[in-house]
């Protein structure tokens, strides 16, 4: 319970934990059960293996939440974007052009589509169930926000400058606010399966926030968002909603302000100093934790812990990355810093 009691504002005594990209190829057995299913997107619309997965490194490291198995690109792909995964290369979809509309109207078909991932977080709840350790251990239900899920739309694959998503922002501000219009009706459907399955917590990952021009921060980040998090909310009050806005800069502190998110999740490249002292102290902090410091592990982690435990001590903290954990990770560095976190004094450096 103590991620939950920190979302909902309560300094812990012992801050929670969990990783973002928990499940996935740093675990053997996860590569074991991938390997069963050629293409990724059947993977994810697999309840049982999805299920299987989810709960995979919550019985290794005992995390203090679980994050249900799936993936953001779910919804272009039932957009019918076509999306696939190939290996080494990332995921390739359909392309939006300049200027291009979505012509979608099926929505019936789009949730119908997607009841696999509330069929696996119900198959999720039932395994971590039957373990007195995980029974109560919270489902984080997700989606990507708008505007990430628009820079894959528009470049078709990942992109490194976002040229084309800036372009279609700049040469077609009102087809733009068009194609937001869905990706933000999209997104509530793939939540409200979530949430109808019963996810504890929601978490909106805005992976490439840090790449939109500012001065569209307002009408593509900001209004996309508390769009999403105000539909959250009238749905269920009581869930728990953490914002991924990363690498955004000073733009964090207005994003705090107009969202009011329960939690924010810091990302590495952004001044945790600068964002405790900036945000309200009712918003939980998430994060911080440069993946490679954990692929280094050791003494250097350890550090790197104590100071932002020892930091962000006044406010409510839940322990992650600043990105998702990477496939050279080693296990054993991950299970060292969970065992050093869990006996650590809250606020008290052992070093
Ligand atoms: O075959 C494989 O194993 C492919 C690797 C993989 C995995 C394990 C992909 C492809 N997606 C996932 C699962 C995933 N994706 C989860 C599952 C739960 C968990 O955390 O364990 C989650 C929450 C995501 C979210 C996701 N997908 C994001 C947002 C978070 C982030 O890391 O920034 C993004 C941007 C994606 C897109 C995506 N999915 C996969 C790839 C290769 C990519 C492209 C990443 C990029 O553009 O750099």
Redesign the pocket.
Known sequence: MNFLNTLNGKITSQPPIW???????YLPE??RI?NTELN?ID??LNAEKASE??CQ?IKKFNLDAA???????LVLHKLDFKVS?I?NE??KLKKLNLGEKINFSDWKKFRSDLAPVGKAINLSRAKLNKNVNSKNTPIIG?S?SPW?LFT?LTEG???KDFSNARKFLWSNTYRSEEVFEILVQAVIYFLEIQLDAGVNAI?L?D??AGSIPARFRNKFIYEPTRKIVQYVRAKNASIPIIC?P?SMGEGIVEFADIINPNCIAVDHLTDIEFVHRSIPKNIAIQGNIDPICLVHGGNILKREVDYLLNLISDRPYIFNLG??ILPETSQQNLTDIISYIRERKYGISNS
């Open positions: 990783i973002m990209r928990q499940a996935g190829r996860y590569r991938r990724f993977f994810c997965v989810t490194p994050i249900i198995f799936s993936d953001i690109l995964f290996e990332g995921p997700f990507g990430t894959y694959q990942s992109s978490m990952f992976s490439w991924f990363k990105h998702g």
